[in-house]
């Protein structure tokens, strides 16, 4: 393969715009997230926001159209973020052991961005439904572990059945174990080490 052609003068500058744009979408919704977290939901006016990130209303509004529209983009950015820790995990030749090696990325992942999980999982901002569409895009950021017990029934290690049903259960119980461990009931992973376990190996084959 030949080396790639220069951007340009033209190209660079979109790139430039389109990075620079990039950033600072980025910054207005973790501001918004830690706004959400520190002072809760009436915080999250868009006036603040935009005071909090140095910026002018309109850039918001060009941005999400509505204060609706900065909701659901948190959403969406708080499952991307969690797809993102979920895929840093190198793959393992076993598929068994790659499971089980994603399971406490799972929990750092939701104890490391508390504002996008309580808008994730807690309904934080009350009033928020997210659209079908934005459902669909959240539940296929964890399409990875989907995949890894597709493989892991395939290669004999779990109950031949429907992979969405295990991901449902180990994801069921992984939910519980962080809630109770964000309300302070529980000091450390091991209660949520103990029930993910407990879910893969209630559908793990006995092999000889």
């Known amino acids: 393969m030949g080396t790639p052609a220069p951007l340009g003068l033209q190209g660079a500058y979109a790139l430039g715009q389109r990075s620079g744009y990039d950033e600072l979408r980025t910054r207005?919704?973790?501001?918004?997230?830690?706004?959400?977290?520190?002072?809760?939901?009436?915080?999250l006016t868009v006036r603040?926001?935009?005071?909090e990130a140095g910026c002018a209303t309109t850039v918001i509004y060009t941005m999400f159209g509505s204060k609706e529209g900065?909701?659901?983009?948190?959403?969406l950015e708080g499952f991307e973020r969690f797809r993102r820790r979920l895929a840093s995990v190198t793959p393992r030749p076993d598929p068994y052991e790659y499971l089980v090696a994603l399971?406490?990325?799972?929990?750092?992942?939701?104890?490391?961005?508390?504002?996008?999980?309580?808008l994730m999982f807690e309904r934080a901002i009350p009033g928020f439904v997210p659209s079908e569409r934005a459902r669909t895009l959240a539940r296929a950021a964890?399409?990875?572990?989907?995949?890894?017990i597709a493989d892991c029934i395939s290669a004999g290690y779990l109950t031949p059945t429907q992979p969405r049903k295990v991901?449902?259960?180990l994801w069921a119980a992984a939910q519980g174990a962080i809630s109770l461990e964000r309300a302070g009931h529980l000091s450390d992973s091991s209660t949520y080490d103990a029930?993910?376990?407990?879910?893969?190996?209630?559908?793990?084959?006995?092999?000889?």
């Open 28 to 43: 207005l919704l973790d501001v918004a997230s830690e706004l959400l977290m520190a002072s809760g939901p009436e915080s």
């Open 167 to 169: 991901a449902d259960a």
């Open 142 to 148: 964890l399409n990875i572990i989907d995949r890894v």
């Open 195 to 208: 029930v993910t376990l407990a879910t893969i190996s209630h559908y793990r084959l006995k092999r000889d």
């Open 48 to 51: 603040r926001i935009a005071a």
């Open 103 to 118: 399971q406490p990325i799972y929990r750092e992942a939701a104890l490391a961005e508390p504002g996008y999980y309580s």
């Open 70 to 75: 900065l909701a659901e983009a948190l959403y």
